[in-house]
Nanobody
Framework: QVQLVESGGGLVQAGGSLRLSCAASGRTFSTYAMGWFRQAPGKEREFVAAIRWSGGGTYYADSVKGRFTISRDNAKNTVHLQMNSLKPEDTAVYYC????????????????????WGQGTQVTVSS
C-alpha cells in the first residue's frame, strides 16, 4: 500500500513559478512509476508529467513541455514538479499518482495506469 501526500500548491501570477512535492510512503518507492495529473473545473483529469522508476525516463504533456520538470528523490520517497512560466490555463487541482505495474512510454500518460492517488493540491495562476 502506498500513500501519497501533495504539497506546494498556491496562488501565483502568470509567469511565476511553483514547485509541487509528493511524499510517498512505502519501502519500494523506487520501483514505482510516478505521475502528475491535473483537473480544472468542468474538465477531465489530464496527464501532466511522469517519471519511470529510478528516473528511467520522463514524459510531458505538450502543453507543459519546456516549462515543467518532473524529478524524483528515491532516498526521500519524493517526487517534484517544478512549474515555471505559469499560465492562467495551468490553474487546476494537481494530483500525484503512483503505479507499481509495468509501464510503457504510452501507458504512463494514461490515468487508469495508476493505482494510487494523492488528495490533490490547488494551483491558481492569475492573469
Amino acid at each position: 500500500q502506498v500513500q501519497l501526500v501533495e504539497s506546494g500548491g498556491g496562488l501565483v501570477q502568470a509567469g511565476g513559478s511553483l514547485r509541487l512535492s509528493c511524499a510517498a510512503s512505502g519501502r519500494t518507492f523506487s520501483t514505482y512509476a510516478m505521475g502528475w495529473f491535473r483537473q480544472a473545473p468542468g474538465k477531465e483529469r489530464e496527464f501532466v508529467a511522469a517519471i519511470r522508476w529510478s528516473g528511467g525516463g520522463t514524459y510531458y504533456a505538450d502543453s507543459v513541455k519546456g516549462r515543467f520538470t518532473i524529478s524524483r528523490d528515491n532516498a526521500k520517497n519524493t517526487v517534484h514538479l517544478q512549474m515555471n512560466s505559469l499560465k492562467p490555463e495551468d490553474t487546476a487541482v494537481y494530483y500525484c499518482a503512483a503505479t507499481n505495474g509495468v509501464t510503457t512510454t504510452y501507458s504512463v500518460r494514461i490515468r487508469t495506469t495508476y493505482n494510487y492517488w494523492g488528495q490533490g493540491t490547488q494551483v491558481t495562476v492569475s492573469s
